[in-house]
Structures are given as C-alpha cells and as structure tokens.
C-alpha cells in the first residue's frame, strides 16, 4: 500500500508472502522547481540543488528550508543547463566538504568543491572547467559519485554545438580524448590524477578521462557489494542506454547507437564494432534516463540489490532486478508520478526521489 500524506491503493501494494515490499510514500517538498542534485548528510538532513542557481538545506526535522549563500555569480541556468549535481564529500564529517557541478556563463560546466559552515558555502574551489562551451546549452550530462577506491568520478556529456550521430558527425567531441565532453571523469578527491588512471588512445599521459564515447550520461551508480559502476544515459530518439564501465572503455557516441537521429536518419548499423562496448540494455522509444541508484536495505526484500532509475520522458521510475551485474525484469514504479529527475539510496531504509512536476521531493520507505 502506498500512502502519502493519506494512503493511496496501487498495484504497488502486496499482501503476499512473496517477498514484495509494501511501500510507503511522503512528500517532503513541493513547489521547490527543477530539484536536479542531493544528497544526504550525516544528521539526515538534506542538501539540494534547484536548476535555477541555489541550494537548499532541507532539516528533517522541522520540515523547512533554509538558502545556502556564497554562491558564485556565473552560474547559467539556460538550456538544459544549471546548478546541477551535488554531492558530499565521504569524510564530510570532519571536512564539512560538498561537490557541486553547474554550467557557466557561455555555456561552459564547471564541478567545484566547497566547505559547509553553517548555512554558507565557504572556502570556494574550482576544481575543472571544460576547456570549450556547449553553445546549444545541451548534454552536459552531469552526475558524481564516489566509488569505493574512494576516487571521486564526474560525468559529463557531449556539450559541443548539438547532437547529430552517425560516421559523418560534425559533433565527435565524445571520441576526442582531448576534451573534457563526452567522458566519465576519475579524479583523486583534490581534483588531481590518478596514477592508475588509464591512458586513452590519443593520449600521452594520463588524464582525468576513464571511459569515452558518452552522449549523455544523467544517472551513476556503484554497486554496494561488487562495487561495479554503471552509468545511463540518453540515446538520440530511441537507444537510451545503461552500461557498465570499466577504465579505458568507448562506448562509441556518435558513432554507434541502436537509435536514430531526430531527423530520421541512421547512426549506424547496431552496437557491435571493434574496440566498443555494447549497452548492457537499451531502451526503445526513448525513456530518457536519469537519476541512478541501488537499493541497499533489507527492508526492501526481494528488491534489495536492484537498480532504480528514473524516466523524465515517461514519468515514472524503474525496478531493474540485476543478477550478476546484468539488467533483467522490470517493475515500474510511481507511474505518472512525473518527470523523475533523480534518485538516491539513503540511510536507514529511505530512498529519495525528486521529481520535476510540481517541485517535489518524495522518501520511499517499506513497511
């Protein structure tokens, strides 16, 4: 039975020992805009971002917000573009440290480190900004996580000047190992390289790059117990993708997609190429795809270990049952509850949920 600030009767329900879990949905938030990135902090408060350029504080407790200050001035919310995704640092315990990705002015994306104290943003550092612009203000792609190599990865999509796929594209930023677009980053916790990062063909010497060929990865998770990443992503109209990634892989954007672009023509004749690696699955028509996270809670009985994925195009959020790493049944979840923007696994049983219609910020629990 599902229940928000009343219950509501859905299929979601089961009575039925068969290891289904009954959940429970309240709304913490409303009317609070696009909420794009959050995260939990240690007191089970909440930290957010609203496209438009701030960040909240959510206190459990009492239910309110509160604005965070020291913000810098160039953030650009145009386009797809904006105060994006956040992150707390693991030790933020005693570092008190936030990450934080957003587009600036010209349409450049930036992630940037800074100290909580209180509710001000202190101790501002820029940690990388893409060395060109996305000049349509579109596929900056945008999540972090933090693996358990205790790296911090970024993903970023393919910016450029548009998105056309195919052999003849004019738009290969996801294939040049000299830019920043179209990668999923790895980088020590101050922003530097790692040693073991690969070198990419291309390359010289090692850099931040760890996979290439992203059009535009919007969710990003490890798995609890493997440890394996997997990233979503958008795939032109159709092909929307959920991979897993290694260091070194090409995943061919815009040179293979089993989509098409939006003015009808063929990218390429499926997924299978030499040196690219194939989507684990791939969604037809497109779904596209964001937030990404695991459950991880025995609460959640038989969906523990699944993977949970948010639709903005479909409205809804996806159970994937995963075995072995690799995507199988589907469930969905909060049917047309709206855009699902992100989600996120946090402690004690709860799973969060934004969603874009009506500015909301759902916690899913079982019962």
Not at 162 to 191: V, Y
Not at 278 to 283: D, H, I, Y
Not at 308 to 321: A, D, P, Q, V, Y
Not at 338 to 361: F, H
Request: charged share 15%.
């Amino acid at each position: 039975m599902l229940s928000c600030s009343k219950e509501i009767e859905s299929p979601l329900a089961s009575t039925s020992p068969t290891g289904i879990p009954e959940i429970k949905i309240t709304t913490l938030l409303n009317n609070q805009g696009i909420i794009w990135g959050f995260d939990i902090l240690p007191d089970g408060n909440l930290l957010f971002t609203q496209k438009s350029g701030t960040i909240q504080l959510y206190d459990n407790l009492t239910r309110s917000t509160t604005r965070i200050t020291g913000l810098p001035t160039n953030i650009s919310a145009v386009g797809q573009g904006g105060l994006l995704d956040l992150a707390i640092a693991p030790d933020f315990a005693s570092s008190k440290s936030v990450f934080v990705t957003y587009s600036i002015t010209g349409g450049f994306l930036s992630l940037a480190r800074f100290t909580l104290r209180g509710n001000v943003a202190t101790d501002w550092r820029l940690l990388h900004t893409t060395e060109s612009a996305s000049t349509w203000n579109g596929h900056f792609g945008s999540r972090i996580a933090f693996g358990p190599d205790g790296k911090l990865y970024w993903s970023v999509g393919e910016g450029g000047g548009g998105s056309l796929g195919g052999a003849s594209s004019p738009h290969q930023n996801s294939q040049r190992t000299t830019t920043f677009w179209g990668k999923i980053h790895r980088m020590n916790i101050d922003g530097s390289v790692p040693s073991d990062n690969p070198i990419l063909p291309g390359q010289t010497q090692r850099s931040t790059l760890y996979s290439y060929g992203h059009r535009n990865p919007q969710g990003m998770a490890f798995e609890p117990k493997s440890g394996r990443l997997f990233v979503n992503e958008h795939g032109p109209s159709g092909g929307c993708e959920l991979n897993r990634v290694e260091a070194g892989n090409n995943f061919g954007w815009p040179l293979y997609s089993v989509g098409i672009n939006y003015n009808g023509t063929t990218i390429s004749n499926g997924h299978t190429a030499p040196g690219i690696i194939a989507p684990l699955k791939t969604w037809t028509p497109a779904l596209a795809p964001s937030g990404l996270t695991f459950i991880n809670h025995t609460s959640f009985k038989d969906w523990n270990g699944n993977l949970l994925m948010g639709s903005l195009t479909r409205k809804h959020l996806i159970n994937i049952k995963m075995t072995n790493g690799i995507p199988g049944s589907e469930t969905i979840l909060l049917p047309d509850f709206g855009r699902i923007r992100n989600v996120k696994m946090g402690p004690a049983g709860k799973i969060y949920v934004s969603v874009e219609d009506g500015g909301r910020l759902l916690e899913l629990t079982a019962k």
